[in-house]
């Protein structure tokens, strides 16, 4: 679709201090109207976005490293998103797919049917939120099994509604003084290849793991040993991500989701997978349970489906989905028309594989310029994650240590340079990358150069190199 502004460029742009002027005068005003109970990563208002730049209310152009939490992958002002939703604007904006009926709820469905992991007959609901794909997924299983109880993981996040808090592993900021939350739900032991809580004994004295398949096998025995204390035959559902989000972008142990396929077989337990953050092309595939060879029961959208148009998914193997009586799921907006629209705006993006390739070779680049920081410092412990979901943890080398405060200033550095980062993780100490699938290489790199220059001095005790010094390239 024609836009009448004019192109965003694709370059990083300086014009005042971050969060600038007319920025600060929004937060302000803000903070009279909306509750504190809202965080905020960086107080800058957006004026425009677009591939990998937000363009703020002052003129600055940041490098974009978030995607509104891993969604605006295709862009967040596609032409085809906008085309489709512009179209379906001026049809209709609402019927409830509870009252009427529209297509574009069907075709949305029909592609994650046949796009999600496994080969087997599926169906699929759709719903607004992903906190609200992780209800019904246990609705749905509990409807479907007869059993009530849900297994979830350490540093497992799987939303802020009651429900989806009490399957979140993190206290705070996410569960603090909002309970007592809902019963049956027991958690176990992940399978983190760098802290891992099961296996002390695959850790040698540089606290660096032996093996990362011992670091399965333990923390396997020990979700059988949770399940059994808590009588397997009373479990609904397993929920768990493919690569943990919020807890710090832990990629699992090797094998250990694969025994869990096993282990969820076994007992008649629905295996959800949980791919709200990591899938829809994020880590390159379209889902990231590719990557372990297994197929959940129930596979969960939402996220990047469809582009910032609020949408969730849950699609599974048809017996469990139609388990449940007519008129058991639903909702006012879920899956609103002009939410569908954006979703086949997106499936028509990933039509020709591009945007897989370039969230590979977004990881290919990102390992090329930090990867080498593990080494070259004492405070990188990790670099890791799979396509565009990359992430570093800072750590004290050898005792391991968390350093929140290095993430922190880290982050503080790259966004006073017109670089959004984030951080997450059970420590806090985790730098997160999810740049836009639609981000040049040339801006890549130079966020890229921002942040490696920003670790290195921190690590090294400097103080900020300037913006000039560390890309003189600025626009
Ligand atoms: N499952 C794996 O990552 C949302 C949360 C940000 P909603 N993650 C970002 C925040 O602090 O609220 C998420 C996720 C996984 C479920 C959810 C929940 O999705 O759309 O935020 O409800």
Request: hydrophobic share 45%; charged share 20%.
């Amino acid at each position: 679709m024609t836009s009448s502004l004019t192109p965003l460029p694709q370059s990083r742009h300086l014009a005042t201090a971050i969060p600038g002027p007319r920025s600060q005068a929004l937060h302000a005003e803000r903070q009279a109207h909306v509750t504190d109970g809202f965080g905020i990563a960086l107080p800058v208002f957006i004026d425009r976005a677009d591939g990998g730049i937000l363009q703020d209310v002052d003129g600055n152009r940041l490098i974009d490293f978030a995607s509104g939490i891993a969604v605006t992958s295709i862009g967040a002002s596609n032409p085809r998103v906008r085309e489709r939703v512009a179209a379906q604007l001026e049809r209709f904006t609402h019927t409830c797919f509870m009252v009427t009926e529209y297509e574009s709820f069907t075709q949305v469905a029909k592609w994650l049917n046949e796009h999600t992991p496994g080969d087997f007959e599926k169906r699929t609901a759709l719903f607004s939120t992903g906190a609200e794909a992780v209800e019904n997924a246990v609705k749905i299983a509990r409807s479907a099994t007869g059993r009530s109880k849900v297994l979830v993981f350490d540093e497992a996040y799987h939303g802020r509604s009651l429900m989806t808090m009490a399957m979140t592993a993190k206290e705070t900021p996410y569960r603090l003084n909002f309970g007592p939350f809902p019963t049956e739900v027991v958690r176990a032991a992940s399978a983190n290849p760098l802290r891992p809580a099961t296996a002390t004994n695959t850790t040698n004295d540089d606290g660096v793991p032996a093996s990362g398949a011992d670091v399965a096998a333990a923390a396997l025995a020990s979700v059988e040993a949770t399940l059994a204390e808590h009588g397997p035959e009373s479990f609904a559902a397993m929920v768990i991500e493919p690569i943990q989000g919020e807890g710090g972008f832990i990629v699992p142990a090797p094998g250990f989701l694969k025994g869990l396929r096993e282990i969820a077989t076994k007992h008649g337990i629905v295996l959800v997978i949980d791919e709200i953050q990591a899938g829809m092309g994020r880590t390159g595939t379209l889902f990231a349970s590719e990557h372990e060879g297994i197929a959940g029961d129930m596979t969960l959208s939402a996220k990047a489906l469809a582009d910032g148009v609020p949408l969730s998914a849950v699609t599974g193997r048809a017996d469990l989905m139609n388990a449940v009586h007519a008129g058991g799921l639903g909702g006012t907006y879920a899956g609103n028309p002009l939410a569908c629209e954006a979703a086949l705006a997106v499936f028509e993006a990933f039509e020709d594989g591009t945007l897989l390739t370039n969230a590979r070779s977004i990881e290919a680049t990102a390992r090329e310029v930090l990867e080498p920081l593990v080494a070259e410092t004492d405070v990188v412990a990790e670099f890791r994650g799979r396509g565009a979901m990359l992430a570093l943890e800072f750590a004290d080398r050898g005792t391991l240590e968390p350093r929140a405060d290095l993430a922190k200033e880290i982050s503080a550095r790259c966004h006073a340079q017109g670089v959004l980062t984030l951080t997450c993780g059970t420590h806090g100490n985790v730098i997160r990358l999810l740049p836009p699938l639609v981000i040049g290489d040339e801006l890549f790199r130079d966020g890229l150069a921002v942040l490696r220059q920003a670790i290195v001095d921190v690590a090294a005790g400097r103080d900020a190199t300037t913006a000039e010094a560390a890309a003189p390239a600025l626009a």
